[in-house]
Structure formats: C-alpha cells, structure tokens
C-alpha cells in the first residue's frame, strides 16, 4: 500500500520568503507528525495531531511556524519570512495512536539562501 | 542531559561482524521501544517494536530493552555492506509522546 508522500523533495528559496511543505499520511492513520532533522542531527519534533483534538503545537521553534491539517488527512508546514538556521530536512510521519508506532515520509530537503 | 543518548559513531565494521548498537535514556515513563533505520536523503524506516523488557528477534536482527538499567540495544548478525545507514533509537510512554536517539552512523565495509 501506499506510504507516507510529502512534497516538494527539494525546496530552494531566499532568505524572508514563505514555503509551504505538504505530507499526505498513510489511510487511516490518525495521527501526524512533523519533525526536523538537521544535517548530523537527530529528529527535532516539531508538531503533532491526533484526529480531531487541539495539536500538539510545544515543539514549534518559533511563531514563524505553523501547520495545518484538513480534514484529519493532509497536513501543510508553513514557515514564514525563512531564515537561513530554518535550513534542513523536514520529515513528516503517521502512525496509529495505540500502536505507538510512526512510519515516516521522505522528507523536504529544505535550502534557504 | 538529554532524554535518550545515542552514540553518534560513526562506526564502522567489516561484513559479517555482529554490531551492536545502544541508547541510554532517563524517563521511566518510556514502555515501547522502537529502532529506525535511515538511509542516506531517505526518511527513518521502523526496523524493530518492542514492548517493555525483553528479546525481539526478526532475521539477523535482534532488541533488547533492559528497562532496570534503562538501555536497550540493537544487535545485527552477519552485518552487510546494504546495512550501512544511520539507526535511530526511539521510545515512547503510554500517551504517544516519542523522543528519538541522535541516530549512529554505520558502515559496513565489504
């Protein structure tokens, strides 16, 4: 079956630009992460929802970060007016609460300039 | 101190040595243990799931969680140059909150 996509792969842009990163979780799976990782780095969580319930928002780094996630299924990282230091790969994961198990995407190879 | 420490390495051994691979961590709180495996610009796959103390094996593949002396470990038998990645250590108590190793970089050379 079809696992964890997210979009762009790469994403190049100028220092005080916005982007906006996609994931799209595995079916079914109602909960969703986003981490960080930067290079040599271990995973920096960043957000977390479980179905409907308020997200888990404590590991934004600042408030130049948001996410959303639409109808329990596709979430979407923004970041606003980049910064350099926002450099580095986001991975998003999904996983069934219970379970306590994520299964992660690809990752966005984020470059800002 | 961080919550879960993981040796960086990196490490490197010749094919066919037993590798082991450790993380220490703090919080008892922790009940599932998991290890990932990252292959270079790809995302962490879920290698191994244990719950609680105890041996899981799965093909040259075995954890084990040792929760008195909160360490768990991961052991690859007759380790090939296609298990050369970075395995990251995780773990997470009853209410899904994950913490993650700052991954070991292994290489296994042929």
């Not at chain 1, 842009?13 to 990782?37: F, M, N």
């Not at chain 1, 040599?40 to 780094?61: M, R, T, V």
Request: aromatic share 12%; glycine share 8%.
């Amino acid at each position: 079956g079809a696992g964890v996509s997210q979009s762009p792969s790469n994403k190049v842009t100028e220092k005080g630009k916005d982007v906006e990163l996609r994931c799209d979780p595995i079916s079914g799976h109602t909960a969703l992460y986003w981490y960080r990782q930067s290079l040599g780095q271990g995973l920096e969580f960043l957000i977390y929802f479980q179905g409907n319930s308020a997200p888990d928002k404590s590991g934004l780094p600042s408030d130049r970060f948001s996410a959303e996630r639409t109808g329990g299924s596709v979430s979407t990282l923004t970041i606003q007016r980049t910064q350099q230091e926002d450099s580095a790969v986001y991975l998003c994961a999904s996983g069934v609460v219970f379970l306590n198990t994520q299964y992660f995407g690809p990752g966005t190879r984020l470059t800002v300039l | 101190q961080k919550e879960v420490e993981q040796d960086p390495g990196p490490l490197s051994v010749p094919e066919g040595a037993i590798v082991s691979l450790n993380c220490t961590y703090s919080n008892s709180a922790f009940q599932y243990f998991m290890w990932y495996r990252q292959y270079s610009r790809k995302g962490p796959e879920l290698l191994m799931y244990t719950y609680s103390s105890g041996n899981k094996e799965d093909g040259r593949f075995t954890a084990q969680v040792d929760k008195s002396s909160k360490y768990i470990s991961l052991f690859i038998r007759d380790s090939q140059p296609s298990d050369s990645a970075t395995y990251l250590c995780a773990m997470s108590d009853n209410n899904n909150d994950m913490r993650f190793g700052a991954g070991t970089r292994l290489t296994v050379k042929p």
